[in-house]
């Protein structure tokens, strides 16, 4: 369960990244959708333990809270450009909260495993 949600949620977050070239920032939400590819495939090859997990979890909640907009207007999955800057800033805390969730999940699964020598 652990090697098949870590390389679909790698292959996802590597997606997303992919995504954000053209966004007005990418140089900021490139590298934070890569970390999260990163932890995924760290988990899959079985090198990450539960604390870097949990950690990387702890980073993208704090962003994520930090990003959220002064006033949800949603998120208007139905249109791509961006109608107000609110309704980017909810997406971002949307992107990070997804990426802390998979961090939380990828903990518990790894913390469940048996410790290899």
Do not use: H
């Not at 369960?1 to 954000?20: P, R």
């Not at 333990?49 to 998120?75: H, L």
Request: charged share 15%; aromatic share 18%.
């Amino acid at each position: 369960m652990l090697k098949l949600l870590a390389i679909i949620f790698g292959l996802l977050f590597i997606l997303f990244a992919a995504f954000q070239y053209n966004d007005p920032d990418p140089e900021v939400w490139i590298p934070i959708y890569g970390m999260a590819a990163v932890a995924c495939f760290m988990a899959y090859a079985g090198v990450g333990r539960w604390w870097f997990f949990t950690a990387m979890a702890v980073m993208y909640i704090v962003a994520a809270v930090y990003q959220w907009p002064p006033q949800f207007e949603g998120f208007l999955f139905s249109e791509m450009g961006m109608r107000s800057m609110n309704i980017e800033m909810a997406r971002e805390a949307g992107g990070l909260a997804i990426c802390a969730l998979v961090m939380i999940i990828l903990a518990f699964l790894v913390r469940r495993q048996p410790l290899r020598r």
